[in-house]
């Protein structure tokens, strides 16, 4: 089972970029998937998050209306469109699912409820 982000890139504030997490080893529409993001100095945190089919989407507060999570079952792929960027959005992005199948944390940004995690994408904006 591997999850493999990509599609970190250095961008100027205001621009956009799409993260891609593509699976393999296991069929992913069956999972729900998360991105979080760890900033240099700062604690891992969630973005955005999506059940298992796409029904349902979350995001945090911080990046509400500029980033939109996305998957494409068929190609066993989430994408995380990132409009409208901002320097502080500059971090390692990575994807994330947990071992259940149809399941969702309760706690949607919990990351120690994820068990399998890409290796990470660099996202740097500036100024």
């Known amino acids: 089972v591997q999850l493999q982000a990509s599609g970190g890139g250095l961008v100027q504030a205001g621009g956009s970029l799409r993260l891609s997490c593509v699976a393999s080893?296991?069929?992913?529409?069956?999972?729900?998937i998360a991105w979080f993001r760890q900033a240099p100095g700062k604690e891992r945190e969630g973005v955005s998050c999506?059940?298992?089919?796409?029904?349902?989407?979350w995001y945090a507060d911080s990046v509400k209306g500029r980033l939109t999570i996305s998957r494409d079952n068929a190609k066993n792929t989430v994408y995380l469109q990132m409009n409208s960027l901002k320097p502080e959005d500059t971090a390692i992005y990575y994807c994330?699912?947990?071992?259940?199948?149809?399941?969702?944390?309760?706690?949607?940004?919990?990351?120690?409820?994820?068990?399998?995690w890409g290796q990470g994408t660099l996202v740097t904006v500036s100024s």
């Open positions: 080893g296991f069929t992913l529409r069956y999972y729900a």
């Open positions: 999506i059940s298992s089919f796409g029904g349902s989407t």
């Open positions: 994330a699912s947990p071992s259940e199948r149809l399941w969702v944390p309760p706690l949607i940004f919990d990351s120690t409820q994820y068990h399998f």
